[in-house]
């Protein structure tokens, strides 16, 4: 049973940050080129696991994801492309806020679509947003209004997931993300395998 994590935070919460450790620790990362502009459109991560893990979106950029790709018409190509084939994760600041069309696409797989939100605390969202302005030269202060203002709008999307969509929600530690995703692509591994023996007890 594969199941599909889209990962949910404001500026410098770490999302960019969990899906590059996803591929870093993995036994294997195969880059999938999209065929019309041979550019990478989705990342193929071999774990320990029965199934594959596809990572949507470039990371050939500093800040990659869903928020690489311009058009949600390309988000859920992806989505529907690789949601059948194994375990995904993708992830995206303009996605985190918002239910919308790939929110609709999502209802597809039901329960096996988690909608995560990383608990990053925004002073530390805050501080890593500046760290990355002053990394590109830019010494002007931070108005952090935009960054706050992102926080409640992905609160206020969780409260609708949970009380208006009924969709599955989880928060996510800031402090061991990576670890925690793995755990629950793990258990939808080991469901499988009860299923299977379930139906061979069975037959």
């Known amino acids: 049973m594969n199941c599909i994590i889209k990962l949910h935070g404001t500026s410098g919460s770490g999302k960019t940050t969990v899906a590059r ?16 502009s041979r550019k990478p459109e989705a990342y193929e991560v071999r774990w320990i696991y029965k199934q594959p893990l596809f990572i949507l979106g470039p990371y050939t950029a500093t ?3 869903l928020d ?20 995904v994760f993708y992830e995206g600041l303009l996605g985190s806020e918002y239910y919308g069309r790939i929110g609709k696409v ?6 096996r679509h988690i909608f995560a939100f990383l608990d990053t605390p925004i002073e530390v969202c805050l501080a890593r947003v500046q760290a990355r302005r002053l990394a590109k030269g830019n010494t002007k202060p931070l108005n952090p209004a935009n960054t706050v203002g992102r926080v409640a709008k992905i609160e206020r999307l969780k409260y609708r997931l949970e009380n208006e969509f009924h969709r599955p929600t989880q928060r996510i530690s800031y402090i061991c993300p990576t670890s925690e995703i793995l755990n629950i692509y793990r258990e939808y591994d080991q469901a499988d ?4 023996n379930d139906k061979e007890l069975g037959s």
């Open 106 to 111: 999502s209802e597809q797989f039901g329960d």
């Open 63 to 65: 800040c990659g994801g």
């Open 21 to 36: 450790e996803l591929m870093k620790g993995a036994n294997l990362v195969r880059t999938i080129l999209n065929e019309a």
């Open 68 to 87: 690489s790709l311009s058009d949600v018409n390309d988000h859920i190509r992806l989505l529907e492309k690789y949601g059948h084939m194994g375990h």
């Open 193 to 196: 395998v009860v299923i299977r």
